[in-house]
């Protein structure tokens, strides 16, 4: 039986629109897909953009495909609420033992188990819509990454490299984008995709020090234990890992200027990630870790207009 939805969950935004304007029967449902919090289908979406859009400058298109950008995000929502859905079922016991996640929707009894899956299915089915309506070789890519996100969320049991796994489910769209444009995965696509994992290795183990002390209680790993005080060192390899990797692909895809420029602003963006951390802030750890929306729109705004800089110079050229 469902228990009384509950007004707040403590890791959400305060305020947030959920908790303001949504129905109370409809609240615990919005909250187990994380619609109270849109970081992390940013997170998702925006490898799925800059593949979008690097795929978009090596064609020469005049700019990234609007239909693709715009599945991409609809499929985003859908599979970051269906991924925390299946992440929430499996954490329940875990998650009523951490003061921060205790107030979820199936830990504190607001969904029941049942309810839960039942939901699952339904975001599933709205993702599932979305990659039917890319290209075949692009359905056969995504297909592929399932088994990568449904075994994350038991990763954190059994490695103290979660994170490195998370990286590749939450990379997968660096190659969707470039598949659904040529039909095929090139190198490219490999590198971006190598490069954004590197990315959400360190992104999630800024997010991790939030729970560092709980999870050492519990009994569960994370990056952010295994590194500790010398976190600051692997975010700053991995984060230059990141950056070579995507200088790499800008090569391999012939990009421009304003690709690297883009590309510039965003290892600042970076470097100064690191220069501001403090690992025993968990408020300015939260907010370092959603920083990279924003350092992920530069690099996505410098892939975008240097397409349509190139298309417009071969236009001219021509």
Known sequence: M????????????????????????????????????????WLLLLPCWWSTALAAGAARQPFPDPR??????????????????????????????VARTQSRPIASGAVSVPA???????QALIGLAVL????????????ASLGVV???????????????????????????GWASVFRSIDDPALLLFAGSVCWVFAYDTIYAHQDREDDAIVGVR???????????LALALCYTATVILFAMALLGAGSGILAWIGLMAFAY??????????????????????????????????????????????????
């Open 222 to 232: 994370s990056t952010a234990l295994l590194f500790g005080q010398a976190s600051w």
């Open 269 to 318: 963006h970076l470097h100064g990630q690191v220069k501001r951390l403090d690992i025993d802030d968990p408020a300015l750890c939260l907010a370092i870790f959603k920083s990279n929306r924003d350092a992920g729109l530069i690099l996505f705004a410098g892939l975008s207009l240097d397409a349509i800089g190139q298309h417009l110079a071969s236009i001219w050229l021509s």
């Open 150 to 176: 449904a075994i994350y969320p038991l990763m954190k049991r059994i490695t103290s490299v979660p994170q490195a796994v998370l990286g590749i489910a939450f990379s997968w769209g660096a190659l969707m």
């Open 68 to 97: 693709l950008l715009i599945l991409f995000a609809i499929g985003a929502v859908a599979m970051r609420g269906a991924g925390c859905t299946w992440n929430d079922i499996l954490d329940r016991k875990i998650d009523r033992m």
């Open 2 to 41: 469902e228990g009384p939805a509950l007004s707040a969950v403590a890791d959400a935004p305060a305020g947030n629109w959920v908790d303001r304007y949504a129905p109370p029967k409809v609240r615990p449902y919005l909250q187990l897909a994380r619609l109270d919090r849109p970081i992390g289908s």
């Open 132 to 143: 039917l309506s890319l290209p075949r070789f692009a359905v056969i890519t995504g297909l």
């Open 116 to 122: 839960a899956f039942a939901f699952l299915v339904f």
